[in-house]
Structure formats: structure tokens, C-alpha cells
């Protein structure tokens, strides 16, 4: 398997006109993206919290979050982000993935559309009535 690496726009959700084009490494198994810390602020884009991140060698770092607008592929939303420290890889993560309809496919290595179900209240209230009543 080989890594997956794709460009997106990214952007300030205040100022639709601000976006700058970043290199990400794709990495469904990240719940954020992360933007490095130089380009959300180039956008004008402020952190609003903190939390803790455990790293695949049990290490556990602290980053700030924002919310920052990405577009690919003609596909626009906005996706909580890290804000990315030195030596930080950029990535676009499960969340941002998920808001667009992507998903990986790992064996041919880019992002095809997900199937999205959406069950209605009707459906749903039938399917618990058969389960009830088997």
C-alpha cells in the first residue's frame, strides 16, 4: 500500500474569497484534518479551543483547533481542523472526508464517493416493529 496525498483548497468560513491551496496526506484513520499553523493564519483563521491527541506511539500532545472551509473536487465544506505545529504533516482526515461523501480506496490509491443512506422516520419505525415482533 502506498500513501495517498491530494490538494485542497482551504479556507476562512468568514472570508469565502481567502483559501490557499494545501498538499495533504489523505488518512482516514485521523478524526481531523490538520492545517499547518502558518497557512490559517495567512487566512485570518484564529484557533477556538484545545484538546489532546494520543500519537500511534502512545505519546499524547496537546493542539489547538479551528474551523477552517475545504474544497475538492468541486465539493465545498467546513471541518474542525488542528492547527498544525513545525514538523506537523498536513492531513485530511475522517470528518472532512465524511462532509465531502469520500472515501478512501486504498488499493487505488484516491477518494471515490460514498454510499450515503438516509433511512426516514417511517422506514425506521417498521423495521423496530419486525424486529419486536420476531
Known amino acids: 500500500m502506498g500513501l495517498t496525498h491530494v490538494s485542497v483548497k482551504v479556507g476562512n468560513p468568514a472570508n469565502g474569497r481567502q483559501t490557499e491551496e494545501v498538499r495533504c496526506l489523505v488518512d482516514s484513520g485521523a478524526i ?5 499553523r502558518p497557512v490559517l493564519r495567512r487566512l485570518g483563521i484564529k484557533p477556538h479551543s484545545t484538546r489532546e491527541f494520543v ?18 473536487s468541486g465539493l465545498r465544506g467546513d471541518s474542525m481542523v488542528i492547527v498544525g505545529e513545525p514538523g506537523d504533516d498536513a492531513l485530511l482526515g475522517a470528518t472532512t472526508l465524511e462532509g465531502f461523501g469520500l472515501v478512501l480506496d486504498p488499493f487505488r490509491r484516491e477518494l471515490r464517493p460514498m454510499q450515503l443512506p438516509l433511512k426516514t422516520l417511517a422506514r425506521i419505525k417498521q423495521e423496530i416493529k419486525r424486529s419486536r415482533e420476531n
Open 32 to 36: 481531523y484534518s490538520l492545517v499547518p
Open 55 to 72: 500519537l500511534a506511539n502512545g505519546d499524547v500532545i496537546r493542539r489547538r483547533l479551528a474551523t477552517a472551509t475545504f474544497e475538492y
